[in-house]
């Protein structure tokens, strides 16, 4: 039997009514929560106000607007080796710079020492991002007002090119597409390349021009070459001012001390030759070990092109300034001159002090016998002349920042 002569325990004027499994709440209540939420949307509203009139929140960075007589340059792969070198002569020479690794090979160590050097707001900045994210990239170039871009980023030994040559593929022609794409939409209109004489593979004739028929030998240099043909491909079409710098054995290191090559131990047995001395003398390694001793030379052994990374960085330098809108130009690097890997060995024998033991082995796949340059046209074009050409004096150089980075990096 149901009750309706309940009591009721609370004021008609105080319950909240429900109809259709709907509640309307008392009047009164409602009007107190949307008090509320208009009190609170007042305080957020002056907090943006005030955080918006802050010079903090108002002002853009530097690094984001373009000012007069301030040239603000991409680097990519600046926390590397020959990056690295680039950046300091860049800040030296008062460019603005932002530099975009993802450390798979470079060094954070180097980038904080450019930090140190130049602390001043707007100098310089390190993002670390990877050129194979196309989102990332736009968003970088999207926040960043960039004059130029100076493009060093890659993996760059030839024997681990045969080994795994998509990895150099991607990282290499795949990297530099989404580069250039980024820098046509945002029109960033100037490109430094950093090539290689590996696209040259192995001549006929010795020295190399600028002429000389690109016919690779290893993926390594067949993806630089690629990424060459993308870009003079584009620029067909735009007016971007580009220069293809074609290097050749790169050595030495800052002569003030600051900064110097320091590969990952992993990656020690595909490194430079320099590297390898180095190693050697420091007893890292128990010996040198010399690929190929049956090559068409006077000693047998490979015979380079060894170019001071200073000198290196100074051509560059000059190429960002004689950069044409709408032109292309290509250039060797190199000092002209041909050395041998004994002759190499018996130099660093010199800068170390220390009686390397050298170990001769079979040839390693992808290498060529004889490559050295005819740098006539970057004498004639751009005023650059190597300076840095005694090999022992270069690896001295090198030498004692190894000696002071017994750990690289890790002791700055």
Known sequence: MLNFGRSRTQPRSNRSLSLGGMDYSD??????????????????????????????????????????????????GGAGYIGSHATLRLLKDNYRVTIVDNLSRGNLGAVRVLQELFPEPGRLQFI?????????????FSENAFDAVMHFAAVAYVGESTVDPLKYYHNITSNTLTLIEAMAAHRVKKLIYSSTCAT??????????????????????????????????????????????????????DPEGRLGEAPRPELREQGRISGACFDAARGIIPGLKVRGTDYATDD?????????????????????????????????VGTGKGRSVKEFVEACKKATGVTIK??????????????????????KELNWTAQYTDLEKSLKVAWRWQKSHLNGYENS
């Open 27 to 76: 009047p009164k209540k409602k009007n107190n929560v949307v008090g509320k939420f208009i009190l609170a949307a007042t305080l957020t509203a002056l907090c943006i106000i005030m955080l918006k009139q802050s010079p903090a929140f108002s002002a853009p960075s530097q690094f984001g607007v373009r000012e007069p007589g301030v040239t603000h340059v991409l680097v990519t």
């Open 128 to 140: 670390y991002a990877d050129l194979g994210d196309p989102k990332a990239v736009n968003k970088i």
């Open 200 to 253: 040259y593979g192995e001549p006929d004739k010795m020295p190399i021009t600028e002429e000389t028929p690109q016919v690779p030998i290893n993926p390594y240099g067949k993806a630089k070459k690629m990424a060459e043909d993308i870009i003079k491909d584009f620029s067909k079409n735009s007016k971007m001012a580009v220069m293809i710098l074609r290097y050749f054995n790169v050595i030495g290191s």
């Open 300 to 332: 047998g052994t490979c015979v380079r092109d060894y170019i001071d990374v200073t000198d290196l960085v100074d051509a560059h330098v000059k190429a960002l300034a004689k950069a044409k809108a709408g032109k292309v130009g290509i250039y060797n």
């Open 358 to 379: 050298v170990d001769y082995l079979d040839r390693r796949p992808g290498d060529y016998a004889k490559v050295f340059s005819d740098p006539t046209k970057i004498n």
